[in-house]
């Protein structure tokens, strides 16, 4: 094998450049003591003493928080159902409701949730429709998350508690749920992020009454563009990293654990 | 075994039965909404005739299909979006494959750093992403300048880069790169090196090896990173709507107008449901290639 081919490197060098300059550059402006996105001026941390004024930010951010808390705790709780389910029983129907949102464009979910709410509910969209239609599409990631989780683990240990006399119920409780319990937090995780990051589906759902922060933040970039804008994404930035970093380690320490191990290398050899 | 049928009952009863209501549902209202006739001031006109007033559109109807190909400006859309997805896959993948090839010969550590490197741009928020684009493209920006002062140089009018068509490449591109890298790397990882040994070994040239080893081994991955970038450009609206010019309007963009603009309503929900047939049809596509092109490897 050919090691070290330059050819590859410069173009990983650059699809690198490509992916991160970008970031770079609006966390760089949040600092910057200009309005104009365009040249650096000097150092400031005006942009976010203005963002800790703004009381329609700060309400929306609250508001995003809420959603993103609510909408995490019904998709963890129904996508770690569907992951069991799916691993354990031969289902037809449920795999397929519970993947399709994660692999369909987001608008179209949007839209149907916009409708549906409207016409049969006859309900007002507000904080409550967007939780709904954020936990729909965050059931499916949860459930992955999870089913391969339980994919990865070694079956006689159930039927081990289940010899010993222990109920369905004191098997989930004593034996998968501690098992699982990485892939629950990590989709939970997930979820919140998501939720929180979520546009296009929050565009269609929100109705008209309070502030949503992505929704502050595309009305900034459409109406009135100032580093505000940068000052808001750049500690935006810093949560997801924070919620990603979290997440990793929490499923790595999960599938280093022993009886995860020989399983998975069976599977492989086959 | 009725304890084993209750087990299963409650397990995945509760997520089946909010995915019907929440999902399957409004799905179904959306396929409704399509036939139904709009409403005098946005929304929907009622199925049944109100009283006293028999005249008016009311009931079901495929007017909104007959509108869609009564002006050859929606199909001209249509097309624009495959066209625009088309682009975006066929440059994620020439940006991803080096990058995934590489990653995948990369020692083990490496690999995951660089996995993880590739994986993180695209946890920040989704609007900031394309944001991040309209400062680097903008008319004062310093990209701005020096492809102005190379046009100029050569006596080229000077061009504004945001808000045009390549803008929205390139947001689009930037949005969906990840998406390529790794399916692509997932299957790269599982080459076994000594294949390309044997290649080298039997006279092949690196494009050889490449050609006519790595490559047809990869297309699965190839076929799955392609219809993720695919699906969702075919869908996006954010996009055009924030870096794109008043002209680059895409099918997303259209939906979104019927919505929240124009407010017709069934329209919108017609053009959802041709959406979803697109994304149906390439969805099925891709997995057709994909199983003919892994049947020839077997054979």
């Given at each position: 094998m050919k090691r070290g081919n330059p050819w590859l490197w410069s173009t990983a060098v650059l699809v690198y450049a490509f992916l991160y300059i970008p970031l770079i550059i609006v966390v760089l402006y949040s600092f910057?003591?200009?309005?104009?996105?365009?040249?650096w001026v000097g150092f400031t941390l005006f942009w976010y003493k203005a963002l800790f004024n703004n009381t329609e930010m700060l309400l929306a951010a609250r508001n995003s928080l809420i959603i993103a808390l609510c909408a995490s705790f019904c998709a963890t709780l129904l996508g770690t159902m569907s992951g069991l389910a799916i691993h354990r029983y031969k289902l037809k129907v449920l795999p397929v409701l519970v993947f399709t949102p994660v692999a369909m464009p987001e608008i179209l979910l949007g839209v149907s949730i916009l409708l549906f709410f409207l016409q049969v509910l006859n309900f007002t969209l507000g904080m409550v429709s967007i939780i709904i239609a954020h936990t729909t599409f965050c059931i499916g990631f949860v459930a992955i998350i999870v089913r391969a989780r339980l994919q990865g683990m070694d079956e006689s240990i159930f039927e081990a508690a289940r010899d010993l006399g222990a109920s369905p119920w004191q098997t989930f409780r004593l034996i998968t749920l501690p098992l699982i319990m990485p892939a629950v937090v990590a989709g939970a995780l997930m979820s919140f992020t998501l939720s929180i990051d979520d546009f296009v589906i929050t565009f269609f759902t929100k109705g008209v009454g309070e502030p949503i922060l992505p929704i502050q933040i595309y009305t900034m970039i459409k109406v009135a563009v100032t580093p505000e804008v940068n000052a808001i994404s750049t500690l935006l930035m810093l949560l997801t990293l924070v919620m990603i970093i979290i997440a990793a380690r929490l499923e790595s320490n999960g599938s280093s654990?022993?009886?995860?191990?020989p399983h998975t290398a069976k599977q492989a050899a086959k | 075994m009725k304890e084993k049928r209750l087990a299963r009952l409650l397990v995945s009863g509760p997520p089946l039965l909010f995915l019907i209501v929440f999902f399957v549902a409004p799905s179904l209202i959306m396929i409704l909404t399509s036939f139904r006739f709009p409403g005098e001031f946005g929304g929907l006109a009622p199925i049944t005739p109100p009283w006293g007033k028999a005249i008016g559109e009311y009931g079901f109807t495929s007017d909104a299909y007959q509108f869609f190909f009564s002006d050859f400006i929606y199909t001209e859309i249509f097309l624009k979006s495959f066209a625009v997805a088309f682009g975006t896959t066929l440059i994620c993948l020439i940006l991803a494959y080096p990058l995934a090839v590489l990653i995948a010969r990369s020692r083990k550590h490496l690999r995951n750093l660089m996995v993880l490197l590739v994986i993180l741009p695209f946890a920040s928020n989704f609007l900031i992403r394309i944001y991040a684009w309209m400062i680097i493209l903008g008319p004062e920006s310093a990209l701005s300048h020096f492809v102005n002062t190379v046009l100029g140089a050569f006596g080229i009018a000077p061009v504004t880069l945001l808000f045009s068509p390549f803008a929205v490449l390139v947001g689009m591109v930037y949005v969906h790169l990840p998406f390529m890298v790794l399916p692509l790397y997932t299957n790269l990882e599982k080459h076994d090196p000594s294949l390309l040994d044997a290649a080298q070994d039997l006279g092949a040239n690196a494009w050889q090896r490449f050609w006519r080893v790595t490559w047809p081994l990869s297309l699965p991955g190839v076929f799955s990173g392609s219809a993720l970038v695919f699906i969702p450009v075919l869908g996006m609206f954010a996009v055009p709507d924030i870096l794109?010019?008043?002209?680059?309007?895409l099918i997303g963009n259209l939906i979104k107008d019927q919505f929240l603009g124009t407010r017709d309503w069934p329209f919108g929900s017609a053009l959802s449901i041709m959406l979803t047939l697109a994304v149906l049809s390439v969805a099925g596509l891709t997995t057709w290639f994909a199983r003919s092109a892994t049947g020839q490897r077997a054979l």
């Amino acid at each position: 094998m050919k090691r070290g081919n330059p050819w590859l490197w410069s173009t990983a060098v650059l699809v690198y450049a490509f992916l991160y300059i970008p970031l770079i550059i609006v966390v760089l402006y949040s600092f910057n003591d200009s309005r104009l996105n365009a040249e650096w001026v000097g150092f400031t941390l005006f942009w976010y003493k203005a963002l800790f004024n703004n009381t329609e930010m700060l309400l929306a951010a609250r508001n995003s928080l809420i959603i993103a808390l609510c909408a995490s705790f019904c998709a963890t709780l129904l996508g770690t159902m569907s992951g069991l389910a799916i691993h354990r029983y031969k289902l037809k129907v449920l795999p397929v409701l519970v993947f399709t949102p994660v692999a369909m464009p987001e608008i179209l979910l949007g839209v149907s949730i916009l409708l549906f709410f409207l016409q049969v509910l006859n309900f007002t969209l507000g904080m409550v429709s967007i939780i709904i239609a954020h936990t729909t599409f965050c059931i499916g990631f949860v459930a992955i998350i999870v089913r391969a989780r339980l994919q990865g683990m070694d079956e006689s240990i159930f039927e081990a508690a289940r010899d010993l006399g222990a109920s369905p119920w004191q098997t989930f409780r004593l034996i998968t749920l501690p098992l699982i319990m990485p892939a629950v937090v990590a989709g939970a995780l997930m979820s919140f992020t998501l939720s929180i990051d979520d546009f296009v589906i929050t565009f269609f759902t929100k109705g008209v009454g309070e502030p949503i922060l992505p929704i502050q933040i595309y009305t900034m970039i459409k109406v009135a563009v100032t580093p505000e804008v940068n000052a808001i994404s750049t500690l935006l930035m810093l949560l997801t990293l924070v919620m990603i970093i979290i997440a990793a380690r929490l499923e790595s320490n999960g599938s280093s654990e022993g009886s995860a191990k020989p399983h998975t290398a069976k599977q492989a050899a086959k | 075994m009725k304890e084993k049928r209750l087990a299963r009952l409650l397990v995945s009863g509760p997520p089946l039965l909010f995915l019907i209501v929440f999902f399957v549902a409004p799905s179904l209202i959306m396929i409704l909404t399509s036939f139904r006739f709009p409403g005098e001031f946005g929304g929907l006109a009622p199925i049944t005739p109100p009283w006293g007033k028999a005249i008016g559109e009311y009931g079901f109807t495929s007017d909104a299909y007959q509108f869609f190909f009564s002006d050859f400006i929606y199909t001209e859309i249509f097309l624009k979006s495959f066209a625009v997805a088309f682009g975006t896959t066929l440059i994620c993948l020439i940006l991803a494959y080096p990058l995934a090839v590489l990653i995948a010969r990369s020692r083990k550590h490496l690999r995951n750093l660089m996995v993880l490197l590739v994986i993180l741009p695209f946890a920040s928020n989704f609007l900031i992403r394309i944001y991040a684009w309209m400062i680097i493209l903008g008319p004062e920006s310093a990209l701005s300048h020096f492809v102005n002062t190379v046009l100029g140089a050569f006596g080229i009018a000077p061009v504004t880069l945001l808000f045009s068509p390549f803008a929205v490449l390139v947001g689009m591109v930037y949005v969906h790169l990840p998406f390529m890298v790794l399916p692509l790397y997932t299957n790269l990882e599982k080459h076994d090196p000594s294949l390309l040994d044997a290649a080298q070994d039997l006279g092949a040239n690196a494009w050889q090896r490449f050609w006519r080893v790595t490559w047809p081994l990869s297309l699965p991955g190839v076929f799955s990173g392609s219809a993720l970038v695919f699906i969702p450009v075919l869908g996006m609206f954010a996009v055009p709507d924030i870096l794109g010019g008043t002209g680059d309007i895409l099918i997303g963009n259209l939906i979104k107008d019927q919505f929240l603009g124009t407010r017709d309503w069934p329209f919108g929900s017609a053009l959802s449901i041709m959406l979803t047939l697109a994304v149906l049809s390439v969805a099925g596509l891709t997995t057709w290639f994909a199983r003919s092109a892994t049947g020839q490897r077997a054979l």
